[in-house]
């Protein structure tokens, strides 16, 4: 080869060179190798978590005692505390740890404990609101300057299960501590309970959350504090035509601040009939749904602190429970002769006032109705706790109310023992 063609290949190798340097295609590959080392390193490292700033040399004065920095890396996850403020103090101490949150999976931080820092701010004086401020300013990693609170014996983990008979939403509670830390669940939901150590609300999650987070759910003891204090439900029951709704409606009429009354509500023909009779206490079915009064609606009227007004047939044994404790009242019609002239009279009565349509008593319609009261006092009598004549709706109106009044007073309600049974 001559010295001239070695020459010629030389440039165009060069020129080789040259061209793929400049090509961007392999500055890209470039790239990717250099990525490709720091993640090889990295994963050699162990290095996994994002790094936590250091701990600052002048966190606290020595009179402080002894005390702890801890970092908590900032996810999409709650951290899973709360807080207090002590009025006298004005220190700021976890008040409750909840379980599966980063505060309980760090296992660095404890009910009791009192915050002295939050990302190097002196939290004593300030108000919750203000600190929950300074968490969310936190990019990345907060940092906890905490004065411990003594070491108590662990206890070990819970392991009750519950499945609940109702709706309960604690977090529409007014009493519960922290309303975004409040657990809801609904009907046939089967909670773990996680954490009993609190008297009045626990730690519970729900059995299918592969998470492990806790909520607060009210103590089995505060439900039957609740329950004590709740109202009960008052039954009226009596034959057709005897006046159980204009009962009911002048009764609500008069205070609707005390009384309330249930919704009907529909369900789905496609559910099993076993499903229908769990959720109402009676119901009928017209054409796809069925139509009732449902153990949620009447739940709800209760939980308002009201007395919810029901008229049921007297056999209908939903109402029967100690969850109820329902107040019966069985409106008994007067004797033939009053009927005769209370139910004409109404009916004059409302002619004038009232264009609507009214039901014609008829001289059968009478006597049925007294046989009908007859049959229910003879099956059902035992489970009365008064007895109405609704001869005059005035007078009756007023013996009712009153009644009522004298029931919500006592201090001690009896209760008829076939209600525990159910």
Request: hydrophobic content about 40%.
């Amino acid at each position: 080869m001559s010295e001239k063609e070695m020459h010629t290949d030389t440039e165009e190798d060069y020129r080789f060179l040259h061209s793929m340097l400049v090509e961007k295609k392999l500055h890209l590959l470039f790239k990717v190798r250099n990525v490709l080392l720091c993640v090889h390193d990295a994963i050699a490292q162990r290095d996994f978590d994002p790094s936590l700033p250091p701990a600052p040399d002048d966190a606290l004065e020595e009179e402080d005692g002894a005390f702890k920095i801890v970092s908590l890396v900032k996810t999409k996850e709650p951290l899973g505390m709360t807080i207090r403020r002590n009025e006298t103090t004005g220190a700021v101490v976890v008040a409750r740890i909840l379980r599966g949150g980063a505060a309980d999976k760090s296992d660095l931080i404890h009910e009791g404990d009192e915050l002295k820092e939050v990302n190097g701010v002196l939290l004593k004086n300030r108000k919750p609101e203000e600190i929950l401020s300074i968490l969310a300013q936190s990019p990345d990693s907060v940092t906890f300057t905490i004065i411990p609170a003594f070491a108590e014996e662990s206890t070990s983990p819970c392991e009750r299960k519950v499945q609940k008979e109702t709706n309960v939403y604690p977090d529409r509670d007014p009493a519960v501590p922290c309303r975004d830390a409040a657990l809801s669940f609904k009907r046939g939901e089967i909670l773990q309970i996680v954490c009993m150590e609190d008297v009045n609300w626990w730690q519970a999650c729900h059995l299918k959350d592969s998470s492990g987070r806790g909520g607060l759910i009210p103590s089995q003891q505060l439900q039957e504090r609740d329950a004590k204090n709740r109202q009960r439900l008052v039954v009226l029951a009596g034959p057709n035509g005897v006046g159980l709704n204009e009962l009911k409606k002048r009764l609500l009429l008069s205070d609707p601040d005390r009384f309330g009354v249930s919704v009907s509500r529909k369900s789905d023909c496609s559910q099993f009939h076993v499903h229908v009779c769990l959720l109402f206490i009676e119901y009928w079915r017209y054409k796809d749904h069925y139509y009732g009064t449902s153990l949620d609606s009447i739940h709800e009227v209760i939980a308002q602190g009201k007395v919810c007004l029901l008229d049921v047939h007297p056999s209908v044994s939903h109402v029967y429970t100690c969850g109820f404790k329902p107040y019966v009242v069985f409106v008994k019609p007067p004797c033939i002769e009053e009927l005769r002239l209370t139910r004409r009279r109404a009916k004059s009565i409302r002619d004038k006032e009232d264009t609507t349509p009214t039901h014609i008593f008829a001289e059968e319609d009478f006597k049925d109705m007294i046989h009908m009261a007859e049959i229910m006092e003879n099956q059902h009598g035992h489970l009365f706790d008064k007895v109405i004549v609704n001869g005059d709706m005035a007078v009756g109106l007023r013996e009712l109310k009153a009644d009522i009044e004298r029931m919500l007073k006592a201090e001690v309600q009896w209760i008829p023992v076939v209600f525990w049974l159910h």
